[in-house]
């Protein structure tokens, strides 16, 4: 049993930006899922924000930089932080965070699968935190080079084992 849920920048601006994630909808609801299981549990959720410097399009407060207004989580009771690079780790206080809630396993869900998600996956794993990979729980763009259905399948077959363990997102227990 997964002992919390890290939430990676489920932003308007990528979410709902010129390039449209790869089966928003479906990762939306199956987050959304997972929140409602973490909750009825009474697992933390921790959701990052990515943040541009000011002036960007993903400054902070602004628009883009918002969480998606249909994900279900609330500053009241969720942890949100910050973050500039695409490890949720460096910079942030994350780390220290998951360790005074002790945190030893961790469901990791979000955007983009070949950034922010891939990064804070194998950091995760190098600051002695277990992951669990719901291969349906993270999402993407096309790029001029791979589809985002194969960049999704790529990451989960090589995150898998070393850096995760995969699971679909039904089978994740908090």
């Known amino acids: 049993m997964a002992d919390a849920l890290l939430i990676i920048d489920m932003q308007t601006g990528l979410y709902d930006g010129p390039d449209q994630p790869f089966e928003r909808e479906r990762v939306l609801e199956t987050i959304n899922q997972l ?9 933390p959720i921790f ?55 002790q945190v030893n396993e961790l469901v990791i869900v979000g955007m983009k699968t070949q950034f922010c998600f891939d990064t804070t996956c194998r950091v995760a794993v190098e600051l002695g935190f277990s992951v669990i990979l719901p291969e349906d729980g993270h999402t993407c763009m096309d790029t001029a080079t791979l589809s985002a259905a194969a960049i999704i399948e790529h990451h989960n077959a090589t995150l898998a084992g070393a850096f995760a363990q995969r699971v679909r997102a039904v089978e994740v227990s908090f």
Not at 51 to 76: C, F, K, R
């Open 47 to 101: 959701v990052a924000r990515h943040t541009g410097p000011a002036g960007s399009p993903i400054a902070a407060g602004s628009p883009y930089w918002q969480v998606w207004h249909e994900l279900d989580v609330d500053e009241a009771r969720d942890q949100f932080f910050n973050k500039t690079r695409p490890s949720c780790f460096l910079g942030t206080d994350l780390a220290q965070r998951l360790r005074a809630t």
């Open 35 to 43: 929140i409602h299981r973490a909750r009825t549990a009474g697992a």
